[in-house]
């Protein structure tokens, strides 16, 4: 079973500043890792897909990085409506598809 | 515009059964790859099943043997069946599509969730 981790738990950011979000997985999953952001009271939103690629409409300032088992999501110049919950997903191992915990991200 | 619409969340006992729906628009069910997710309240997300194109069917093992995922073509819905429900059922249930060929497997649609609550 694969298990996905993510660090912090909770991040406070000052608006404008950059904040890093960590992922990562048990096992490989090459590039296949999406990453969402729940805000509050709605459902998610795919920000970023196979590990890297920005999702349509997703800002510039949101990347991903990584491979294998330790990925990044890098937030530049944090703005009010970047404030809820990032989870990374794993969907490397068809048919299972596995969340990680989530990253509460606010402004400080 | 693309859209999914949940509904058939309620209040169930322990040991009962409900069954959830999801009205999909702007797609066809039945050309897509589609999945359920839940959300126990405060917490994070738990893949739960996932139906593909050719009718296939797989389910997170805390569920496995309890509930089924359909779909209708007609009525463009894709359905879980939920059985012998348990307090740790209780979730905000999502529908979303998996983007199985843009990007190989991420959830590119939700829905807005439809709540179960199982509790005596």
């Known amino acids: 079973e694969i298990v996905m981790t993510q660090s912090p738990a909770t991040l406070s950011v000052s608006p404008g500043e950059s904040a890093t979000l960590s992922c990562r997985a048990s096992?490989?999953?090459?590039?296949?890792l999406a990453w969402y952001l729940q805000k509050p009271g709605q459902a998610p939103r795919l920000l970023i897909y196979?590990?890297?690629t920005r999702a349509t409409g997703v800002p510039a300032r949101f990347s991903g990085g990584g491979s294998g088992t330790d990925f990044t999501l890098t937030i530049s110049g944090l703005q009010s409506e970047d404030v809820g919950v990032y989870f990374c997903?794993?969907?490397?191992?068809?048919?299972?598809?596995?969340f990680g915990p989530g990253t509460k991200v606010d402004i400080k | 515009e693309m859209q999914l619409v949940e509904s058939g969340g309620g209040l169930v006992q322990p040991g009962g059964s409900l069954r959830l729906s999801c009205a999909a628009a702007?797609?066809?069910?039945?050309?897509?790859?589609m999945t359920w997710v839940r959300q126990a309240p405060g917490q994070g997300l738990e893949w739960v099943s996932v139906?593909?194109?050719?009718?296939?069917?797989y389910y997170a093992d805390s569920v496995k043997g309890r509930f089924t995922i359909t779909r209708d073509n007609y009525r463009n819905t894709l359905s879980l069946e939920m059985n012998n429900v348990r307090p740790e059922d209780t979730a905000l249930y999502f529908c979303?599509?998996?983007?199985?060929?843009?990007?190989?497997?991420?959830?590119?649609?939700w829905g807005q969730g439809t709540l179960v609550t199982v509790s005596s």
């Open positions: 979303a599509r998996v983007d199985y060929s843009g990007s190989s497997g991420a959830f590119d649609l």
């Open positions: 702007g797609l066809a069910v039945s050309n897509n790859y």
């Open positions: 139906i593909y194109t050719g009718g296939h069917t």
């Open positions: 096992q490989g999953v090459n590039t296949n």
């Open positions: 196979y590990a890297s």
């Open positions: 997903q794993q969907y490397n191992y068809w048919p299972t598809f596995t």
